[in-house]
């Protein structure tokens, strides 16, 4: 499957955005999907995920400002955030693995967008 990820941007500091993941061809329905960020010199980091039966997964340091969603119909997964941190800009990724479970391990995944830069800066 492929993936394109779309939304990045310059935000400043408590601001908003909303990130993008759209997969071709193949439908959204029965795959996992799992969004990360990768800053300069760091590894790459879960942020949400989100599998087959709907459910949702946050990191800490996300949870309760960022909320991941999807749109079969669309074969889209947005990630919606809010209270923009400057330590949340990183270059965010979707991936995406066919399987009905989930895992917050990059590892995991086989399919991956090309990243999208998000800057959160005043």
């Known amino acids: 499957v492929q993936l394109q990820a779309s939304g990045g941007g310059l935000v400043q500091p408590g601001g908003s955005l909303r990130l993008s993941c759209t997969v071709s061809p193949f439908t959204l329905d029965f795959y996992a999907i799992g969004w990360f960020r990768q800053a300069p010199g760091m590894g790459r980091e879960f942020v949400a995920g989100t599998h087959r039966g709907r459910r949702t997964y946050y990191s800490d340091s996300v949870k309760d400002r960022f909320t991941i969603s999807r749109d079969n119909a669309k074969k889209t997964v947005y990630l919606q955030m809010n209270s923009l941190k400057p330590e949340d800009a990183a270059v965010y990724y979707c991936?995406?693995?066919?399987?009905?479970?989930?895992?917050?391990?990059?590892?995991?995944?086989?399919?991956w967008g090309q990243g999208t830069l998000v800057t959160v800066s005043s």
């Open positions: 991936a995406a693995e066919y399987s009905s479970a989930w895992s917050r391990d990059a590892g995991w995944y086989t399919d």
